[in-house]
């Protein structure tokens, strides 16, 4: 599949071939929902805690004695059962890690690029140059390329800090390096904006 090369200030130079082996596959849409169900569990930090009868403070001694009073017998005023009390079957911080084959992560990345491919969603950009790190030349740039308002993956091939900051204050626009976008944020974005080199990258490392 051929897509228009476009420099930076809008103009056309030519056009390149996408690597049929990440963009030109059938997508597995079975392979890439169970990336996105381990990609997000790998997201949660699984720091929730609760304190049991045991960890709460206070409640050594019984409340009253045992018969006599008239009132339900009770043990420890930091029962579960009791205001100030202890948590029953609380969360407790855990680990949500969940591993993924190496094998199956490369075709949900490909099928997520394929995707893309058929919908007409990729766009490449000759290289990311900017002259400094200014929101208002980036936005101008998205302006130029159509991709003003839309949700945005820029893919490049190695660091950029002047388009990481000055894309960063812009809603919906992320900057990664090719070779670690996940196909979570590929499938969430509307739009792949891939430079020359990132483009090379991303067939070296999922081809």
Do not use: C
Not at 20 to 44: D, K
Not at 172 to 184: H, M, N, T
């Amino acid at each position: 599949m051929a897509v228009a090369v476009t420099k930076i200030d809008g103009s056309q130079t030519t056009t390149v071939e996408l690597p049929q082996a990440v963009f030109g596959i059938e997508p597995n849409e079975s392979v890439v929902h169970s990336y996105i169900v381990r990609y997000l569990a790998n997201q949660r930090q699984g720091n929730s805690s609760t304190k049991t009868r045991r960890d709460v403070s206070g409640g050594g001694a019984k409340p009253w004695r045992q018969k006599g009073t008239g009132r339900a017998r009770a043990g420890t005023i930091r029962s579960p059962l009791w205001p100030g009390g202890g948590t029953v079957f609380g969360p407790s911080p855990r680990s949500y890690f969940v591993e993924f084959p190496k094998k199956q992560k490369r075709l949900a990345m490909k099928s997520v690029f394929s995707d893309k491919a058929r919908l007409d969603r990729i766009k490449v950009i000759e290289d990311l140059n900017l002259p400094d790190n200014k929101t208002k030349n980036f936005a101008a740039l998205l302006q130029t390329l159509a991709l003003a308002g839309k949700k945005v993956l820029v893919l490049d091939e190695g660091l950029n800090p002047n388009a990481r900051l000055a894309s960063r204050n812009i809603p919906g626009i992320q900057v990664r390096r090719a070779r670690l976008a996940s196909a979570y944020d590929v499938l969430n974005a509307d739009y792949l904006l891939v430079t020359m080199a990132g483009l090379k990258e991303i067939g070296e490392v999922f081809a």
